[in-house]
């Protein structure tokens, strides 16, 4: 578990910083998948978790989710639009192609189980210091989190740092494999970036120390 920010912790949980959760005072947010839950557990055993919020409710974002709620007795919090999937594990019922391939192997391999939702959360809203911003395009409810008196952004999947192909460190939009809508998707980008992030969290790729990079990256949409 990486300090990033006060009371902002990475858990990386693939090489390379292929996937990623974070801690943000008392809530875990994101779960990466089915397998990652010793791991989640295993770097939060000296920590006080009472909560678990998703991003999105993506294979390799609430994989996990179900095993760490039961284990800790925490809530699960996502948006209302989120809810559905979070709560019936159909992860891949918003990608553009469900019947491919990848598409397939998430649900089988990385995907877990359904976890009932106990609150809904909407932009505005705020948990542990950070605001929650609506980010939809990616999936239909991606929330994202802000903490304005450092800059400090919980993305998600907005934005990755890293080509998931090649795990080669940079700004890229997610892909459109598992984006339900590019073009709302690039409005949230720009959104993000009118915040004027400082610190950017991902769900994939480092954790960027924003010098420049952000600002360049949205000039080309």
């Known amino acids: 578990m990486k300090n990033i920010a006060p009371d ?59 095993t760490i709620c039961d284990t800790l007795q925490i809530p699960l919090w996502c948006s209302a639009l989120e809810k559905e999937t979070a709560e019936n594990g159909n992860v891949i019922f918003g990608y553009p192609n469900p019947n491919h391939l990848i598409s397939k192997f998430q649900k089988k391999c990385w ?36 903490r304005e008196k450092d800059g400090t952004l919980i993305v998600g999947d907005v934005m990755t740092n890293m080509n998931l192909l090649t795990t080669s460190v940079g700004l890229h939009e997610p892909p459109q494999l598992f984006t339900t809508n590019q073009e709302l998707n690039r409005k949230s980008i720009k959104k993000l970036a009118l915040l004027k992030p400082k610190i950017l969290c991902f769900g994939h790729g480092p954790v960027l120390f924003n010098n420049g990079e952000l600002e360049k990256f949205i000039t080309k949409f």
Do not use: M, W
């Open 111 to 146: 995907a877990g189980k359904g976890h009932p939702v106990s609150h809904t959360l909407k932009e505005g809203d705020h948990i542990a210091g950070f605001t929650v911003i609506e980010t939809p395009g990616h999936s239909h409810g991606h929330l994202s989190f802000f």
């Open 8 to 66: 902002v912790y990475q858990i990386p949980l693939f090489p390379r910083n292929a996937i990623n959760c974070y801690v943000v005072e008392d809530i875990l947010i994101d779960a990466g998948i089915r397998s990652s839950g010793n791991i989640i557990l295993n770097s939060i055993q000296n920590k006080t978790i009472t909560k678990h919020v998703l991003t999105h409710a993506h294979a390799d974002h609430q994989g996990s989710s179900k």
